[in-house]
């Protein structure tokens, strides 16, 4: 027959058991990659879309700037060839050569500008990369030291359920089962001490003939939080 020092002794369990599963949980939240590794992964995520739309305006504009070069090669070298004799269309060639001239003009400047927002995406590319190596590093360390304690508390976990077992299988079915009702609603505590005739578990002090049936190792209830009772 089991006497309420064997509920005791389960309930010494299972506040270990919580205790390790706290643990587990928060460890489970250490876990997740901080903010500035994830958000610096995410400038680089940015930055590397940047430069590849930025890349195919550089190619872009340098096909333009060759298509319309070639154009402007061909109609310098037909204007100054001498072929041509009649005076409007020498004038129009003339023309249309001044016009490929700005366009070129155009077309490199805009050709530049994208090399120079190229060039300082890729700074500010390496820049990050670098910092997201040094904080993978770091995070690497930290996540392997956490990885370790997590296991170690899951195993430790793993013995203490199996410890819980015959602790558990000890006490009477009704009993047990108010036991753990109990743990779910009064904080994890099933059953307190009785200090003097206070309850440990909620304070209140209790009359001469619940202490003496607590003395005697009964099976007793705090009239007010409802926990078992044992003589502290
Ligand atoms: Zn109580």
């Known amino acids: 027959m089991a006497t309420p020092n064997d509920l005791f002794a389960l309930q010494k369990t299972d506040t270990a058991l919580f205790t390790l599963r706290a643990k587990l949980h928060e460890i489970q939240r250490d876990l997740q990659e901080p ?6 992964k995410a400038v680089i995520q940015k930055l590397t879309e940047a430069l590849a739309t930025t890349g195919a305006k550089v190619k872009d504009s340098e096909l333009q700037v060759g298509t319309l070069q070639d154009k402007l090669n061909r ?6 060839s001498g072929k041509i004799k009649n005076p409007k269309e020498l004038e129009d060639l003339e023309s249309e050569v001044k016009s490929l001239t700005g366009r070129v003009e155009t077309v490199e400047l805009e050709l ?4 120079e ?7 500010d590319l390496e820049t990050n990369q670098i ?3 040094e904080l993978e590093e770091d995070w690497d360390g930290k996540s392997s030291e956490l990885r370790t304690e997590q296991q170690r508390v899951a195993l430790e976990m793993k013995q203490i359920i199996e ?3 015959p602790q558990a299988d000890k006490i009477d079915a009704s009993i047990l089962a108010n036991y753990v009702k109990l743990l779910k609603s009064k904080s994890g505590v099933g059953i307190s001490k009785l200090s003097g ?5 909620c304070k209140i002090s209790m009359d001469g ?10 099976w007793v209830n705090c009239p007010n939080c409802g926990r078992y009772l044992i003589r502290g």
Do not use: A, P
């Open 112 to 115: 530049m500008e994208h090399i």
């Open 131 to 133: 910092m997201l190596q």
């Open 163 to 165: 410890k819980r077992k």
């Open 209 to 218: 003939g619940t202490v003496r049936q607590v003395n005697s190792n009964k």
């Open 197 to 201: 005739s206070q309850c440990e578990g």
């Open 35 to 40: 903010d500035d590794l994830v958000s610096t």
């Open 75 to 80: 109609s310098t070298e037909h204007l100054y």
């Open 117 to 123: 927002t190229q060039e300082n995406l890729k700074s």
